[in-house]
């Protein structure tokens, strides 16, 4: 991902980020937030009575998280057009990591239920921890003059 300023025609020449940083990561929480509304969908719907209870809850839990760190990723998209700060790039990364390693190791392991799957979800809430740190600096380091 290459960090150079370009003249936005729209803000008065002033420097942007290029195009892959705010919208990539708008598009990716848009993308996202679809999936989640249709695994929730899928989940509420379908999947009761197919799956046993706690494999179900599991599959509910991996939606709910993949939802929140959707959102997540607009709030990525808004501090990297805001600011130019790479935390927040590596921030909306370790969300997208962070969910397909969380919410997917959850939605596998309801499908198949193969429960060794439920290994992979703390790297995922890794990810998501690490994201939200990475988007806390952003904003700090902004504060402070430092990228």
Do not use: I
């Amino acid at each position: 991902m290459t960090w150079r300023a370009r003249s936005g025609a729209r803000s008065g020449g002033s420097p942007t980020l290029p195009v892959t940083s705010e919208r990539t990561f708008l598009v990716a929480g848009s993308l996202l937030a679809l999936v989640g509304v249709a695994a929730g969908a899928f989940g509420a719907h379908w999947l009761e009575g197919y799956v046993e209870p706690d494999l179900l809850s599991s599959f509910e839990t991996g939606s709910r998280y993949q939802m929140y760190h959707a959102l997540a990723l607009f709030a990525v998209a808004w501090v990297a057009s805001r600011w130019r700060q790479r935390a927040a790039a590596w921030a909306g990364w370790a969300f997208v990591v962070g969910t397909v390693l969380f919410s997917g190791s959850l939605y596998l392991m309801a499908l198949t239920g193969q429960r060794w799957l439920g290994a992979v979800t703390p790297l995922g809430g890794v990810g998501f921890l690490s994201g939200w740190a990475l988007l806390a600096w952003a904003a700090w380091s902004f504060h402070c003059g430092k990228d």
